[in-house]
């Protein structure tokens, strides 16, 4: 965050409005950028769904409150075909970012924005990685519902998330159906949805592999604790959470120690014997 940014009056509107102390409306702004870059390095963080933002910011209150928010202070902008854009996303990114995008002839999507409101009937052809639908669903819909085509972040079969499902996507449902235990599915849902973004940035794939690569940790997972005590066994949500599916497998498994068989009468007997004779040794009675 640029220096004397804590002072403009938009700030203090953010800040004001959440209710936050200073430094935790700087993480909360860092924090959505910081997902913008991971995420969608053009700036067009409108490709993810509200609920996909918050859930990479970890915000915990309502999604949709959240991007009105940001929207009406100016840290985000509405657009007819990215939905939302990082307010000014190509003034603030990294060098690197920007001769990676200068290099490959492309251009931010605040830039296509501003293009576009400069010369009305012509199209850019440096246009960002994207092609979302040229009309705009309005702020507080969730991307999956339109027409679009894009990928949701963290839900690679996201077409499926019906009502029949409660609202969970199916590659959500089939890493649950293997998690072995079977409490706090909610919770769960939210972690899992944190951790793909995770997995997504640590391995640099598509999201198709990162649920893809959640399931094959869970179904191994599953195996190492078949015979285990459950009590033993975390919740889902705190297995997610802690990234425990990164852990050795062989750490899955309960560490026994091994308990010697009981002593026979004869090998008691010896036992006593020879700590007697310690004894009487040690106060001189042999």
């Given at each position: 965050?640029?220096?004397?940014?804590?002072?403009?009056?938009?700030?203090?509107?953010?800040?004001?409005?959440?209710?936050?102390?200073?430094?935790?409306?700087?993480?909360?702004?860092?924090?959505?950028?910081?997902s913008a870059y991971q995420n969608s390095p053009a700036g067009n963080?409108?490709?993810?769904?509200?609920?996909?933002?918050?859930?990479?910011?970890?915000?915990?209150?309502?999604?949709?409150?959240?991007?009105?928010?940001?929207?009406?202070?100016?840290?985000?902008?509405?657009?007819?075909?990215?939905?939302?854009?990082?307010?000014?996303?190509?003034?603030?990114?990294?060098?690197?970012?920007?001769?990676?995008?200068?290099?490959?002839?492309?251009?931010?999507?605040?830039?296509?924005?501003?293009?576009?409101?400069?010369?009305?009937?012509?199209?850019?052809?440096?246009?960002?990685?994207?092609?979302?639908?040229?009309?705009?669903?309005?702020?507080?819909?969730?991307?999956?519902?339109?027409?679009?085509?894009?990928?949701?972040?963290?839900?690679?079969?996201?077409?499926?998330?019906?009502?029949?499902?409660?609202?969970?996507?199916?590659?959500?449902?089939?890493?649950?159906?293997?998690?072995?235990?079977?409490?706090?599915?909610?919770?769960?849902?939210?972690?899992?949805?944190?951790?793909?973004?995770?997995?997504?940035?640590?391995?640099?794939?598509?999201?198709?592999?990162?649920?893809?690569?959640?399931?094959?940790?869970?179904?191994?997972?599953?195996?190492?604790?078949?015979?285990?005590?459950?009590?033993?066994?975390?919740?889902?949500?705190?297995?997610?959470?802690?990234?425990?599916?990164?852990?050795?497998?062989?750490?899955?498994?309960?560490?026994?120690?091994?308990?010697?068989?009981?002593?026979?009468?004869?090998?008691?007997?010896?036992?006593?014997?020879?700590?007697?004779?310690?004894?009487?040794?040690?106060?001189?009675?042999?």
């Amino acid at each position: 965050m640029k220096v004397g940014t804590t002072e403009k009056i938009k700030f203090k509107r953010t800040k004001r409005a959440f209710g936050l102390p200073l430094w935790q409306t700087v993480g909360l702004l860092e924090s959505v950028w910081l997902s913008a870059y991971q995420n969608s390095p053009a700036g067009n963080i409108g490709k993810m769904s509200n609920e996909d933002i918050a859930a990479a910011i970890e915000w915990e209150g309502n999604p949709d409150d959240l991007i009105a928010q940001l929207v009406k202070d100016g840290w985000l902008d509405e657009d007819e075909e990215f939905r939302l854009i990082v307010h000014d996303w190509s003034e603030h990114v990294s060098n690197y970012l920007k001769g990676a995008f200068a290099k490959h002839r492309r251009l931010f999507a605040d830039q296509v924005a501003k293009q576009r409101a400069k010369h009305p009937a012509k199209q850019s052809k440096e246009q960002p990685a994207r092609h979302v639908p040229s009309t705009m669903p309005p702020i507080l819909s969730n991307p999956r519902q339109s027409n679009s085509s894009q990928e949701p972040p963290i839900a690679p079969q996201g077409a499926r998330e019906t009502k029949a499902n409660n609202g969970y996507c199916q590659s959500f449902l089939d890493w649950w159906e293997h998690y072995p235990k079977k409490v706090g599915k909610d919770a769960a849902y939210r972690a899992w949805r944190k951790a793909g973004f995770k997995v997504k940035a640590q391995m640099v794939c598509s999201s198709q592999e990162a649920a893809a690569h959640l399931l094959s940790r869970v179904i191994a997972y599953e195996a190492a604790r078949q015979g285990e005590d459950p009590q033993f066994t975390p919740h889902p949500a705190t297995w997610l959470n802690q990234g425990r599916w990164a852990d050795d497998p062989a750490t899955w498994k309960a560490q026994r120690a091994e308990t010697p068989p009981p002593e026979t009468p004869d090998e008691k007997a010896a036992r006593l014997g020879k700590l007697w004779e310690e004894q009487d040794r040690a106060t001189g009675r042999l």
